[in-house]
């Protein structure tokens, strides 16, 4: 299956701590005969990570058929400082699908200024699916390596057979590990913020959604108007995009990019990159190529026996281009490296993107809980020569990251 480049990566690039949040389970658990009893509920907060509050929500797992059973959500609550003043919650959502609500607000005093976290209690939810609210498993961390370092730029009709081959082979994993895997559709997640705003005791939600986090939020707001409050989305995903556009306009904005790093690249005294824009961008193409053929060695493996494929070197030079201060710098220097024959770098920054730790386990669901919520929100009518003829157009607009 090939590889998604999704924005949520950002905040393994930025240093976001990721946190490993035991699911805090309600000591009595009430029976919900009707919606009506799940918006009733009271959650039992308890202390957790000393200035954190944790709980369980409980959820529908199908709305249309209450009877079908609860999912539980993972929330995570940082209480305003200043509590003689406050204004209620905000809900927040950091993008994906498949990152974590909890994670994110686990770093509030990071991301939001003390005139927000002064007034607003910063909340934070596992979406259905996602890290500890129930979470879809479909690869091992072994296959989900295989899966990163796989073939994404298939070029020949032996390596898209593979590539359909494999997209099945995961959908049937999926099916057979998960329970209600057409449940955790976005709709659904939206539904579920509803309730966990009457659970906080909101009357309006006040909610701010980065990228696909974007979407959760229109979705909600066509759902339940009358309850939006103040909404802050942050790079909008168009509710009504096509895949094709969507893959589009991703692969055109990393070419920016891309474009932006070599423009800062040739200034500086040290770049791997020869002087001339076009010619700086010919080397890195040719770069992902030669890797393709040939995959980059570690010159310090350390235990490690990967090697960094042209998907892995394609994933690294995603990371890095989020971040010009940090990131800019290290891709610079994977370049060198791999110039030099080896892959080092650019396997950290892939790694960096993955949430890859160094043991080799991942310590999220991010990539199955992705893919199958993202295969429920849009689904794929093209035929597999409508998805050929488009990739030629969209490797035409984006020369680097369209392939």
Known sequence: MSNRLRATAVLAVIGI?????????????????????YYQQELSWATCYDNYECTDLAVPIDYTDISV????????RFSAQDQANRLGSLIVNPGGPGASGVDYA???EYIFSPDVTDRYDIVGFDPRGVSESEPIRCFTDAETDENFAGDGKPDSEAEFSTIVVDTKAFIKKCEDKNDHLTSFSTANAARDMDILRQALGDSKLNYMGKSYGTYMG????????NNIGKVVLDGAV??????????????????????????DCIKQSFCPLPKNPAKAQATII????????????????NGDDRVVTESLMMIGSASALYESGEGWPKLREAIEEALSG?????????DSYTGRREDGTYPNNDFDSG?????????????IAQIKADAVKISIAAPVFGQ
Not at 17 to 35: G, H
Not at 69 to 76: A, D, E, K, P, W
């Open 17 to 37: 701590v990721v946190i490993s949040l035991f699911s805090y389970t309600q000591s009595s658990k009430p029976e919900f005969s009707t919606l009506d009893d």
């Open 69 to 76: 059973g609860t999912f539980q959500i993972s929330v995570l």
């Open 106 to 108: 686990y770093n509030a």
């Open 218 to 225: 229109a979705l909600y707001a066509q759902l339940f108007p």
């Open 238 to 263: 168009d509710p009504q995009v096509s895949g094709f556009n969507q893959t589009l306009a991703q692969a055109v904005s990393f070419d920016g990019a891309m474009a932006s790093f070599i423009k």
């Open 286 to 301: 040719k770069l992902f190529e030669t890797t393709a053929k040939k995959p980059l060695p570690l010159q310090y493996p």
């Open 342 to 350: 080896y892959g080092d770098t650019y396997l950290e920054l892939a």
């Open 371 to 383: 893919a199958v919520i993202d295969c429920l929100d849009f689904a794929e009518n093209r035929s």
